[in-house]
């Protein structure tokens, strides 16, 4: 018996591992479909052009707008209202000055 298996058999375990493979090739082929776009977008110049149209000060308002929701909700646990506040300080250190995050 594992881990509160009645089954007798044993391989409880075993029956979650082609999903979990499954999943990790999932994920190693976006992986590599993402590295692809990167480096087709970098080689064409596209990169660059993409981020000049970026509306920087309508992202900044939708990214407080997602966590003020996020942080409204009740099931939120301490520890994930934590790691959002110092990823917010984070962000905050870096808008005020872009090169510190570089130096560092």
């Known amino acids: ?13 075993d029956s979650t591992k082609p999903a979990k493979d499954e999943k990790d090739k999932k994920a190693a082929d976006d992986l590599d479909a993402f590295e692809h776009l990167r480096k087709v977008l970098q080689t064409d110049g596209l990169d660059k052009l993409i981020v000049e149209r970026i509306d920087v000060a309508s992202l ?12 409204s909700f009740e099931e939120v ?6 790691i959002i506040e110092s990823a917010m300080s984070l ?14």
């Open 91 to 104: 962000w905050a250190t870096l808008l005020s000055d872009p090169n510190k995050g570089l130096d560092e």
């Open 77 to 82: 646990k301490l520890e994930d209202r934590h």
């Open 1 to 13: 018996m594992l881990f509160g298996d009645s089954s007798g058999d044993g391989n409880a375990a």
């Open 60 to 71: 900044q308002d939708q990214v407080i707008q997602v966590v003020n929701l996020f942080l």
